[in-house]
């Protein structure tokens, strides 16, 4: 055990490595600091650059990727107002009062810091739960697993959005394009209509990048086409002046120490949010930004610039990175749409997310461990260093940065199978994704589906076989009836809660 | 929706997923289909009732506008057309293409900024992937 552990931590400390964790951590800085930009997309894209590195290598810099875009998300919120992702909503309620003040370089550097502590803790919770939760994983057989996607799916009620009817739709209809292919069991062709490129189903870059990126690009694209842009959305408006007096922008230590408390408050609120499936970094950023108002002395300087109120949003929003990975890699249920995205390229560089993760690929999962710690670190220098440029970054005019990631969407769908077939897919998807965002379908519930669909079935199918046809069998396994009655009880507390409350924001 | 669940169910499913099934246990490959389609046309048929009957008025956002479609008529067609670009000519044709006509749609009209954006763009593309990352682009 140990050994693999050392092993894992060595491969991670590899220059080559840690050159590509900084690659991928500014890259998505950059992303995230830009307005409409987010990490999931930068990663979906992201994804085929990594088609010539080792696994490690690949899920570290999309890792890094991750980070450095969830941190990205506040420069652009405290600068102009806008978040660059949403996650960093609750991050704008006190960084722009703070840039107004003359205090923009100061909020960065607390959202940093905080994002960046926010982020290691949960790492450090990742590391010590995810071993012990994939070891009592390891006890489930094939009903046990189903019952468990079962369980798993339920938690897709928390994404979909403000109708719930139509969220199930995209969800079921994410699950049903999933069976197109060959059949794992029988390989029987399913819906594949006679192309051969259909046979291994559909390529989940194509339809992650189309659906994710291209439709996220189509929306802003037809913003600028119709001439109705609101705010300073081209880039920004000059509000970004640094102060001549130096307090106003560094932090102090007597400001750290004031807000550490609640940087710790946020970062346990956003691991336990990220732990479970489904609730998002957004709830995370909005709960440590409550909590930390309501335990203050001063609430009413909430919402006026105050430092406390930066610090505690970007803690709990970035704590859910690391947690988010737990149910990825333990149970192979996405924590969010990033880990779902994760979770694609984790299958693709053929390691496969589940119980059985540690024992097959324990060196590679230690080695990832060591990975994200080292990328926080990086994502502290990379930003301390480049505040200022990534503060630039977000002032490129839009009609400059968006046909050049289109293209970008055109050569990632394309490296996965050297395939025209899979460029056309993409296209769909783009389309398909554009309609759903504006009928207001949430493309979220319809991903995580698709990526969950085979795995249920495949556990259902081989549950059938092996109870030879009686699935009354199942309710003479505990761990199964487990898992049925938390299932019901999810549905219970997500039929319950206001949808808006849970909706992730794509 | 509902008139697609129908389609699927009654014509698609039947003619590209066998039914037969070898052995004489565990699920067919029809079933996990023809569930899912069968339970997204309920969901839908049940909004389409909903939105009929019960919430005339909306509740729900307005369907797509007139002028969004027009937009997804043009986007899809430059999209086709990047496509056609890309299988026939390559990624130095296409590329200039796409990135142009966006440039164009999103409200750039100076020629040389546009021009020198879809010259360079996908220059550096091609040149990443091709010759940095030797992954072959159309």
């Known amino acids: 055990m140990l050994d693999m552990v050392l092993t894992g931590l060595g491969q991670a400390f590899t220059i080559y490595n840690m050159l590509m964790i900084c690659l991928g951590v500014f890259i998505g800085i950059a992303v995230g600091a830009i307005p409409g930009l987010n990490g999931p997309m930068a990663i979906a894209i992201a994804v085929p650059l990594t088609f010539f590195m080792g696994p490690l290598t690949a899920i570290a810099f999309l890792v890094g990727i991750n980070k450095g875009a969830n941190f990205g998300g506040a420069i652009s919120a405290c600068l102009i107002n806008i978040p660059g992702a949403a996650e960093a909503i609750s991050t704008t309620f006190d960084g722009y009062p703070l840039t107004r003040k003359g205090k923009g370089l100061k909020a960065l550097k607390m959202a940093l810091y905080s994002s960046v502590y926010g982020d290691f803790f949960s790492d450090i919770v990742l590391i010590c739960v995810a071993a012990p939760f994939a070891i009592l994983a390891l006890n489930m057989g094939s009903a046990e697993l189903f019952a468990l996607m079962l369980f798993a799916l339920t938690f897709i009620a928390a994404l979909v959005g403000r109708s719930v009817v139509k969220g199930l739709i995209a969800a079921v209809l994410g699950i049903f394009l999933s069976t197109v292919g060959l059949d794992s069991e029988a390989s029987t062709p399913r819906m594949t209509f006679g192309e051969i490129e259909l046979e291994d189903g559909v390529s989940l870059l194509a339809l992650v990048i189309g659906m994710l990126a291209l439709s996220e690009i189509l929306i802003q694209v037809e913003a600028n086409w119709h001439n109705r842009k609101e705010g300073p959305g081209s880039g920004g408006d000059g509000i970004y002046k640094r102060s001549p007096n130096r307090d106003d922008n560094v932090v102090t230590w007597q400001e750290w120490k004031e807000c550490f408390r609640t940087i710790m408050r946020s970062s346990a609120i956003g691991t336990v949010i990220g732990a479970i499936p489904g609730l998002g970094s957004t709830l995370a950023g909005f709960l440590g930004y409550g909590a930390a108002k309501r335990a203050s002395k001063t609430p009413e300087e909430f919402g006026q610039g105050k430092l406390e109120g930066v610090a505690a949003a970007e803690a709990a929003n970035s704590a859910t990175v690391g947690a988010n990975l737990i149910p990825t890699l333990a149970l192979g249920i996405p924590g969010n749409l990033s880990a779902a995205v994760l979770l694609g390229a984790l299958i693709i560089h053929g390691l496969t997310p589940g119980p059985l993760i540690f024992q097959q690929h324990g060196t590679t999962i230690y080695g990832l461990f060591g990975a994200m710690l080292v990328a926080n670190f990086i994502n502290l220098f990379i930003g301390q260093g480049g505040l200022r440029f990534f503060a630039w970054v977000i002032t490129l005019p839009r009609q400059y940065v968006h046909p050049v990631i289109v293209l970008m969407c055109f050569c990632g769908a394309y490296v996965t199978t050297q395939s025209m077939f899979a460029l056309g897919l993409m296209v769909g998807f783009g389309l398909l994704g554009y309609i759903m965002r504006k009928l207001d379908y949430s493309i979220v519930a319809f991903i995580i589906a698709f990526i969950l669909g085979p795995m249920t079935e495949d556990a259902l199918r081989q549950t059938m076989v092996l109870f030879g046809n009686q699935p009354e069998m199942l309710l003479r396994r505990p761990i199964a009836i487990l898992f049925f009655i938390l299932t019901a009880i999810s549905i219970w507390r997500f039929s319950k809660a206001k949808p808006q409350i849970l909706q992730e924001p794509t | ?138």
């Open chain 2, 1 to 138: 929706m509902v008139a697609f669940g129908l389609l699927v169910i009654f014509v698609v499913i039947p003619i590209w997923v066998p039914g037969h099934q070898e052995g004489n246990y565990g699920l067919r490959a029809q079933d996990a289909p023809y569930l899912t389609m069968i339970v997204a046309t309920g969901l839908a048929a049940v909004f389409f009732i909903r939105r009929l009957f019960v919430d005339k008025d909306g509740g729900e956002p307005a369907p797509i506008p007139r002028e969004s479609w027009v937009f997804l008529g043009v986007v899809a067609a430059v999209l086709i057309a990047t496509l056609v670009l890309l299988e026939y000519i390559g990624i130095l044709a296409g590329g200039p293409f796409v990135v142009a006509v966006l440039m164009v749609m999103m409200g750039e009209r100076r020629p040389i900024p546009i021009a020198v954006t879809a010259i360079v763009a996908p220059l550096l593309v091609w040149a990443f992937f091709w010759k940095l990352l030797q992954f072959p682009l159309p």
